[in-house]
């Protein structure tokens, strides 16, 4: 069973910075794509970034230059370093992947973590 775990969500002003993870975790043979997500109150779930199994990112017009994404293969992690932060950021961020188990890809979501940009 696969699992994705958010953390580092949280309080921050506005200007400020905050880095989340993703873990994944279970029957892994593989993760080719990985994503945020975010869902603000009333909002459609957004795409935020995305980054590729070799590297290769795309960000969202809203966060281009601000956010950047990353990935740690070895850990089955991905990151999203939020910065010089807005209150229109306040959100749940959701982590999202394309998982490779041994027998099918698959698209897995973590539980989400809140983003709340305020000061």
């Known amino acids: 069973q696969v699992q994705l775990v958010e953390s580092g969500g949280g309080l921050v002003q506005p200007g400020g910075s905050l880095r989340l993870s993703c873990a994944a975790s279970?029957?892994?043979?593989?993760?080719?794509?990985m994503r945020w997500y975010r869902q603000a109150p009333g909002e459609q779930r957004e795409l935020v970034a995305d980054?590729?199994?070799?590297?290769?990112?795309t960000y969202a017009d809203s966060v281009k230059g601000r956010f950047g994404i990353s990935r740690d293969n070895a850990k089955n992690t991905v990151y999203l370093q939020m910065n010089s932060v807005k209150p229109e950021d306040t959100a749940v961020y959701y982590c999202?992947?394309?998982?490779?188990?041994?027998?099918?890809?698959?698209?897995?979501w973590g539980q989400g973590t809140q983003v709340t940009v305020s000061s």
């Open positions: 279970g029957r892994i043979s593989a993760i080719n794509y």
């Open positions: 980054i590729s199994i070799g590297g290769t990112t």
């Open positions: 999202n992947a394309d998982i490779l188990d041994l027998f099918s890809v698959k698209g897995y």
